[in-house]
């Protein structure tokens, strides 16, 4: 292999380097993202059920209150 041949190859392996470098960040981004959008979802997941259980709490208290 000449010199020329072999600065070549480095050259394109280099590059290859470089496209997956790129590849790995924008992958890891998108995993972040992912991650955030799972922490959203399961805080508005339990908001909801400690407002299911706020208003049947309520329900139950308002159905007392009227028993007795």
Do not use: G, P, V, W
Not at 27 to 45: D, G
């Amino acid at each position: 292999m000449t010199r020329e041949e072999e600065e070549d190859l480095m050259q394109e392996l280099n590059r290859e380097l470089k496209a997956k470098n790129e590849q790995i960040h924008a992958l890891k981004a998108q995993i972040a993202a992912m991650e955030q959008e799972e922490y959203r979802r399961k805080r508005k997941f339990d908001i909801l059920r400690q407002s299911l259980r706020i208003i049947t709490s309520k329900k139950a208290a308002a159905m007392s209150y009227k028993i007795d």
